[in-house]
């Protein structure tokens, strides 16, 4: 009996997601360089074949995370007020429990490991993330009262580098038990 198209895109879709997410713990876990196409397969109890039918690369299942990193940060920067927006970013960003990875730290610590694929054509790093995610929400906040007077680009800088700074020594220090900060510390500073 076959399958109805609808059961099909379903099936392909979660079968995608599950490579993802397996490609993401193992990133974590090994790094970039270090994850083989092999090892997700391996992980899920899948064929390497069938991981290449859906990411003919290993640097598709990359690109594809980041493109998963560009929809979330749309979904938590669009929270009810300002602050909820920057709080509900830093506590995914900064998330240390087993059940959630962050894409985002995932794409910090390979880049801060070198590992970033030259076959990428934008980095969210160099590319002024806090300029085209961040800012935004400090003018809104401005505006509505929440955050203090200031140039917003340079509120938005001192928030994305003490997260990226928070993110970054907890990759390097992480079997050391590393902590990564309270999200209010930077929110305190943007306060009016």
Sequence with gaps: ???????????????????LDTALVLFDEK????TRVSDIAD????????????FPAKVDIFIAITEYIESCLIEVLSGPT????????????????EDYIPPMRIYIATFIRGELPIEMKEN???????????TPIIKKGQ????????????????FWLYMFGAVANYIHNRNNAAYMPDIDIPLRMLKK
């Design 1 to 19: 009996m076959a399958i109805s198209k609808e059961k099909s895109q379903q099936i392909q879709a979660e079968r995608r997601k599950q490579i």
């Design 31 to 34: 790094g970039y360089v270090n």
């Design 43 to 54: 992980m899920i109890g899948v064929s390497k074949a069938l991981v290449f039918k859906y």
């Design 82 to 97: 300002p602050t909820d927006s920057l709080k509900n970013f830093g506590l995914r960003l900064t998330s240390t429990t």
């Design 124 to 134: 969210f790093l160099r590319d002024n993330f806090a300029k085209q995610w961040i």
């Design 143 to 158: 505006a509505t009262g929440e955050f203090r007077e200031g140039d917003p680009q340079e509120l938005a800088d001192a």
